[in-house]
């Protein structure tokens, strides 16, 4: 008995001095490192997982049917990599489901005709709907796909690269005051050297690599399509690029001055992940992974779009289900577990510029004139849309996709959606969700 005991001490001090050994000789990866290996370990759609066939860029900007089935299951379709959940417990949402909510009338100036949750998910107009208040799940549909499913986020998933730059800047890898020539060599003596991270996160760096013009979806030599292509959106060329992306949009130039318009570009994303990735040497889904989802309680992993060169979709392509997109808008709110933002993050969010939000020549026409007109929209910040005057904040993505958060209200609602004809009535609740926060028995 004391010689098995001897021997059992002796097997655990050798695996303890073996891995002490073995830990000693661990190289830590460069960046480029953890990219290849990220790049070999993506999820390649081959013809066994289509459902239906899908050419692009064709069948992302036009409408119908299909598009459901590509945003539902994107990764049967665009190369992902894993935002790993890991070992950590996934944190569940108590049911307290409202008799009444659904029924409630909803109204914009947007939409002027009445509806309701009901009526919305009943004839279809959204893949899937969740609204949460006080921690609880109060609403919740599916009418388009499955709980499981992972759908497209569309830019709601620059609010987890605003995110993860707020945790960089706590940590003082970098401040938002920071021009980009500091932190990525490739802007050096380039004419948006001195644009600042703050520029870049109002989206105000003045780029010539506009998102909203009508040629950036459709013509191959526009910065933007070239932009889709570098991700892998858009089919990349063959047999490669000329130039890298971040070097595409350091040769793009200026239009205008920074901080003078708010001129909203994806390009101002993939320039903020670069710098996260490079202050941080961790590729973009790793520091999503580290400050957002292992601290959730996610129910399952989720993806993000990842190109043969190592170019994330940060800016728009993630996937992930439902009901993880509300834990992490709950992560904003006091019923959170765990919070991830912290105080000065948060004060980050509700610290803008009305002037610079409503500036003529940019994209205020799009949110607060035509949208949520007369419904308090205040201003723009941190990569999220539109932050309200009693303190709401909203993200809205492409397609119909958003996120709205009220942390006085301890209210979150999420929804997913698919563009299917030219009247775009999916987007009925991109319109109304200002109108469903600010219903009287979410003030209590």
Not at 292 to 316: F, H, N, P, Q
Request: proline letters at 4%; hydrophobic letters at 35%; charged letters at 25%.
């Amino acid at each position: 008995m004391i010689t098995n005991k001897l021997s059992l001490k002796v097997l655990i001090t050798l695996s303890l001095l073996l891995f002490v050994g073995c830990k000693k000789q661990v190289k830590e990866l460069t960046l480029e490192e953890k990219i290849a290996l990220a790049v070999e370990s993506r999820k390649i759609p081959t013809s066994k997982d289509h459902k239906i066939i899908f050419t692009i860029p064709e069948s992302l900007i036009g409408r119908g049917p299909q598009i459901t089935e590509v945003f539902s299951h994107m990764e049967n379709y665009i190369p992902t990599v894993l935002i790993e959940k890991g070992n950590t417990k996934t944190i569940k949402l108590p049911e307290n489901i409202s008799q009444t909510l659904g029924q409630e009338i909803l109204t914009s100036a947007f939409f002027e005709k009445e509806t309701s949750l009901d009526q919305i998910c009943d004839e279809k107009q959204v893949n899937g709907v969740i609204v949460l208040h006080k921690g609880q799940v109060v609403y919740e549909g599916y009418p388009e796909m499955e709980p499981s499913d992972k759908h497209f986020l569309g830019s709601v998933s620059k609010t987890f690269l605003g995110t993860v730059i707020a945790h960089l800047a706590d940590e003082g890898k970098l401040n938002e005051q920071d021009p980009i020539g500091k932190h990525i060599t490739e802007f050096k003596d380039k004419p948006l050297a001195n644009v600042t991270i703050e520029n870049l996160l109002r989206m105000t760096s003045g780029i010539n690599c506009r998102e909203s013009d009508k040629e950036s979806f459709t013509d191959p030599n526009h910065c933007f399509y070239k932009l889709l292509q570098h991700s892998a959106v858009y089919t990349e060329p063959n047999p490669g690029f000329e130039e890298s992306l971040i070097e595409l949009l350091a040769n793009s130039g200026q239009i205008e001055p920074a901080g003078q318009t708010f001129d909203y570009t994806s390009a101002n994303s993939v320039i903020l992940t670069t710098i996260a990735e490079r202050v941080s040497s961790k590729p973009f889904h790793e520091l999503v992974q580290d400050y957002i989802w292992t601290r959730i309680g996610a129910e399952d992993d989720a993806r993000v779009t990842l190109s043969s060169t190592g170019v994330a979709g940060s800016y728009g392509p993630m996937l992930m289900r439902l009901r993880d997109l509300a834990r992490y808008g709950l992560a904003f709110t006091d019923d959170a577990t765990t919070k991830i933002a912290s105080a000065r993050y948060l004060n980050q969010i509700h610290t803008g510029d009305r002037a610079l939000f409503r500036s003529e020549g940019g994209t205020d026409q799009h949110l607060r004139k035509h949208y949520y007109e007369g419904q308090g929209a205040d201003f723009q910040s941190y990569h999220w849309d539109v932050i309200f005057e009693d303190g709401d904040f909203l993200k809205t993505g492409f397609g119909g996709q958003s996120l709205y958060i009220s942390p006085t209200k301890r209210l979150v609602i999420a929804f997913f959606s698919a563009k299917k004809d030219e009247k775009n009535k999916n987007m009925h609740m991109t319109a109304l969700v200002r109108s469903l926060a600010l219903l009287e028995q979410f003030k209590e």
